[in-house]
């Protein structure tokens, strides 16, 4: 079989595989995954029904009062997004190609560059989806978790997801998600549209009572009995949680956690901080305060997320197809075999009250 044909033929397969790690290697899309949240759909854009907290009056009836007023508030808001559709080559170079010494040399390297295309392309995915700065432009139409930033090219997602301000000051800000302005109703509660946030002094400080106050509202706010179940923050903070942990609760008044000689004996001593008041925490090496904030004035910023409240949306007819390898020499002046990976998708937060930040104060 002819390197093109065995490409072709092969590769697709290869991708197929490699779309496991891409999901399963990054909590977030392991969580959307394992939850069903991985939307395939098809259609012009995406769209996502929102409902509000009101519908309209009740009404007591009494010997003095027998009529139902029936007055009807807005029910439902309409979340609107483009679709993000991107083509990442992969490239066989001739010149690579006929200097390998065997069949069994160039199916392994087909194999290998097919990994290493994905394995790019998860990277710039997972860039964006947690940082979203200048830096990942190249992707500026799929939407972004943070709401720091405002280069995004597609319609409804222009900014992130997530604002580290208090929800007076996102609706002040005046930033639209999906098409809907942030909006804070504190009297009535009845049309509210934006994420929780509390701020702390410091992560190793008392991060987790501002952690908690987070939770314990957003989860007010969600249908699912999970709540924010997932903390995603840079690798240097989540060295700092583990301070505040291990020095239970937090204060910089509480005593540290005493061990037992039998504890240290058995391995118990300090552990790997995974679960915190429900929330298992995740440290992500895109993060840190340069990429996160754009004025650089704060240094620490926690994602807590419920997965159940969160979809990534991938068109079904463009979930990581890959086209048919072709010569490019035949028909221009590129020395290489080349086929493409074609995927059209999207990252929305369908739900911003039931998921919410911390940030340490300004």
Known sequence: MA???????????????????????D??????????KVKRSGGTEVRIRRVK???????????????????KTETFGTLTGDWARYIKPIVLPHYDRDRMQSKEDRANWVKDTTEAAMMSLKNDVLRRL???????????GLGSLNGEYGNGTASGFTRGAIEFLSPAAQASAGNSYLGQARLNDSSNF?????NQFASCSAIGTDFLKAAEEVKITADSFADDSEGISLGILSI???VKLGEEVRSYPGGSNAGAI???????????????????GGIRYYSNRWMTAATMDSSTTRDQHVYLLNPNQIEYWVNANNDFRVTKFTD???????????GYIIMESQFAVPNLMANGAVANTL
């Open 3 to 25: 390197l093109l044909e065995y490409a072709s033929f092969t590769v697709p397969d290869v991708v197929k595989k490699s779309v496991v790690s891409f999901y399963n290697q």
């Open 27 to 36: 909590p977030l899309l392991q969580a959307l995954q394992s939850r069903h």
């Open 53 to 71: 907290s009101a519908h309209s009056q009740v009404t007591e009836i009494n010997s003095t009062n027998m009529s139902v007023p029936l007055s």
């Open 130 to 140: 947690y940082v979203g700065n200048s830096s990942t432009t190249a992707l500026a």
């Open 190 to 194: 009845v049309d509210n549209w934006h």
């Open 236 to 238: 240097a903070n989540q």
């Open 258 to 276: 005493m061990y037992t000689p039998e504890d240290v004996k058995s391995g118990k001593a300090h552990p790997t901080v995974w679960m915190v």
């Open 328 to 338: 490019h020499l035949a028909t221009s002046n590129q020395d290489a075999d080349i």
